[in-house]
């Protein structure tokens, strides 16, 4: 961990307890988060949310995170032991979304993708978390997306679409995905 980092953000935070992680802290900067305003909160919010698949196929989102873990972030993101995370899915799956778009209508730039499930989410309303009540709300609908508590259309998850084919709740992460690019930029081939 890099101390002098972690000294940085918990002075300027007021923190003298939470013990912020140099994966954390790279992970953060990588999604563009910092450029946008002060998600900080949010973005450890989600660090310290587990991921969960519901559906089994979603349980690949968790292994290409792990993996991103060590081809992305080196010895730094190789080091952290902790469970696959929700910043670590929207960052992956921001990733992939880059990946389908290359050779179609364009590139989606992996932070534009990530502001992009991020805002889907409800989550950009969370600049500066400034409240206990407001903390909760995060979680609530970060928690709300794991449990697949979303509309049948996909409102309140990563990928909300105007006519979906199928019910998003039981669509897999990777479907959601492709049938969202098709419908909003027609990026996936």
Known sequence: MNRRINSRFKEERGVETLEISGYFLDLYEETGLKRRGD???????????????????????????????????????????GP??????????ALKMSDLSVGNDGYLDPREGFWEIFSNLGLDKFEEIRSISEG????????????????????GGLFPLKKPRKDQRKVEIWYQMQEYLEENSGACG
Do not use: H
Request: with cysteine; proline share 1%; net charge positive.
């Open 39 to 81: 998600y900080f909160e949010i973005a450890r919010i989600l660090f310290e949310t587990p991921f969960r698949a519901v559906l089994i196929f979603d349980q690949n989102r968790s292994l290409e995170a792990f993996s991103m873990r060590e081809w992305l972030f080196g010895s730094v993101g190789k080091d952290y032991k």
């Open 84 to 93: 696959v995370n929700c910043l670590e899915i929207l960052w992956s799956v």
């Open 136 to 155: 909760r709300e995060a979680s609530f609908l970060i928690n709300r997306w794991l449990d697949r508590g979303f509309d049948r259309r996909g409102n």
